[in-house]
């Protein structure tokens, strides 16, 4: 069983940057891949990046390819987005999930676990 709880959201003015956290409970972190997913204001959730069990290996949603950075911190327990150049598109609850599987997938349907999601609103 693992807990995820996101945090970092907020508002911001476009161009600017953002660092979600996702802190995870459990003692297995490192046995999951994480990715993140974000779901824009009446539209259905979407992929955004995802990163296997080492960390070695990263994929990307090709909106944000060049401006997201997916990491992790195996001793932390945490994964973070890092939101650059941020756009009003970007506008969306960020959620992070946990795939036991622990390599690169991009549906959402193959995640074990999920948080809460973190509010992100960019300005124009």
């Known amino acids: 069983q693992v807990q995820l709880v996101e945090s970092g959201g907020g508002l911001v003015q476009a161009g600017g940057s953002l660092r979600l956290s996702c802190a995870a409970s459990g003692r297995t972190f490192s046995s999951y891949a994480l990715g993140w997913f974000r779901q824009p204001p009446g539209k259905e959730r979407e992929f955004v990046a995802t990163?296997?069990?080492?960390?070695?290996?990263?994929y990307y949603a090709a909106s944000v390819k060049g401006r997201f950075t997916i990491s992790r911190d195996n001793a932390k327990n945490t994964v973070y987005l890092q939101m650059n150049s941020l756009k009003p598109e970007d506008t969306a609850v960020y959620y992070c999930?946990?795939?036991?599987?622990?390599?690169?997938?991009?549906?959402?349907?193959?995640?074990?676990?999920w948080g809460q999601g973190t509010q992100v609103t960019v300005s124009s």
């Open positions: 999930a946990a795939n036991y599987y622990g390599g690169i997938i991009v549906d959402q349907g193959k995640y074990d676990y």
């Open positions: 990163i296997n069990r080492s960390g070695g290996s990263t």
